[in-house]
């Protein structure tokens, strides 16, 4: 295959691969909710095997943080807090080469070192290590197979998918889900936007698993992804129908709008440059 042909689809397999590994992972917040298996050990295990695995991250591991994002949402305590980063260039590049995912565990490890301890959240149980251990086989394992069939295209398209394109999406969709659009002004410390985000085959993949109804879920947390869609329904035939029309936009709308704001962003937000864990 000609150089440039390799390179086109090597380019197309990772935006494919990092798109919808991005997508798996968000079910990982439905096990975190309880919302894969009626038994919580067997929902944990799912999750475990079939998703922390390729995350590298335990079920529960997830679950204190994420449970800490609903309870702290709009604070600078949040562990999800990507929302608290300007959309600019400099993030978007930052976070496609790795510099965001670097500066992230550094903040990690200072604030480790700072402190003597992590917070209950951070801390990672060795009884949980496992679903990293099989997922850093697994795609060991995968690479090991394409490089010994000589399938340069597709291994640069793994790592580059996994290793740049899903963590981008990922950091992307929690910022664009909760980042305010500023004015003229600095953001205020302490808070967060909360959208809706409409149902096209875009929305409801790169914000699978109810991600696309984020507004909702944060209401009502302990509903499954798979009941949203009535639960708005309801909404709209309420009298409340209004409350929701402000929080409605797309992922588009919001990226570009956020992009422009961002721009003119230029008070001392105090929580502008704080750093997140890798977003899922
Ligand atoms: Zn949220
Ligand atoms: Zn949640």
Redesign the pocket.
Known sequence: MHLWSSVLVGALGALSVGYWMAYIQLFL?EA??FGLARDRRRNDLLANLFIGSWVGMSIKAYRKR??A??RDLGRPDDPERTYYERLSLRFIVESLSGVRVLRVLAHYQSVATQQLTLSAAEEADPKERWPLLVGLTAHGLLLTVLTLHAKWAAVGAWCVGIGSINPFLASLRQLLEHRPIAGATALPARYAALRMFGDGPFASTFGGAGFNRHML??ME?QISYTRLADVQAFVESSELASWLIPHQSTYRETFLHLLRADRRVTGSDPSADRVEAPAK
Do not use: C, L, R, T
């Open positions: 917040h975190g909710h994420h449970f994002h609903h879920h944060h947390p």
